[in-house]
């Protein structure tokens, strides 16, 4: 296994494990190379200005959209839209497809799996237009079973939210099965890719989802950058989420027109930093490949997985089934609350996250 802690400056200056990730990664030299390289040769406001400076500012913007529309086998570049973060790329779907398009007596269809960023969003939507919010409930091994996935999506269902992999369990979700089936149904789906997109390999296309979203922070570039792919001949007839900048295409007195895909849903100056940050996070990631970073992933998980279940007063959240299950591993200690847990790991320089949770027969409920 390659040495890749010399690539990640916090990492090599502190004396710490890092098992955080899931929630923040920390960041290769190369990507703040490429940061403090903008700012220091073409920083400028990207399509608002008509001087060299400007134009430089847009290309390096633009370039890195087409770089991350490749990452995720987008067909057109103009199908990535830049948001802060999974969280905003949801809501955008939510107000722009879910309020627009929904009506009472539809569907949503989640798994309780769902992060709650693709949870709560939903609950409004469903409050808003008097659509039903269901959800696909997990069996004993963690995992959605396919009587959850072929009842629950129906002809009612408009709109299916699933993540590709839970933050939570690790458990890697049947996602082509889940689409086909909706799409049998005549729903629309959108892919929490937040967990997977640093992970493994995305092709949208293959997928066929109708909107995928996931997170810069959480795949080795800045805080703030974020990315909602959706299909274009839907994102054509959504209207936008925000208003004002450069989603405009003429404004008057009374009425605006919107600029063309991407721009559209791009209102006000952006996070230029952050899609510079994010190209950079993409080469660093294909340099190593996908292979290696899933062998990597597996030897940890499966030596942390087997150490773990040799203490008999640890209790894990973790699928049997290794070939569903990604690099998140749950756990409880018996009788000890998770932030002390988690305080007392950190006495040992151990950084890890810690939540509270709520037990059920047949699932967890986490609060994040």
Known sequence: MNNYLDDFPLLKNKNIAYLDSGATSQKPQSVLDAISEFYKTHNANPHRG???????????????????????????PEEVIYTKNATEAINLVAYSYGIEN?????????????????????????????ATLKYMYINDEYEIPDSEI???????????GITHISNVLGTINNIEKIIKHAHKNGSVVLVDGAQSAPHRRIDVQKMDCDFFVFSGHKMLSPLGIGILYGKREILNNMTPFLMGGDMIEYVHEQETTFAPLPNKFEAGTQNVEGAIGLAAAIDYINKIGFEEIEEIEKELTDYAVEKLSKLEFVKMYVTPNKANHSGVISFNIEGVHPHDVASILDNFSVCVRSRKSLCTTTYEIYEY
């Open 50 to 76: 008509a001087y060299e400076l400007s134009m430089e500012a847009t290309g390096v913007y633009e370039e890195a959209r087409q770089k991350i529309a490749k990452f995720i086998n987008a067909r057109h």
């Open 102 to 130: 929904l009506k009472p007596g539809d569907e949503i269809v989640l798994s309780i799996m769902e992060h709650h960023s693709n949870l709560v969003p939903w609950q409004k939507v469903a409050k808003v237009t008097g």
């Open 150 to 160: 072929e009842t629950k999506i129906t002809s009612k269902t408009k709109i299916v």
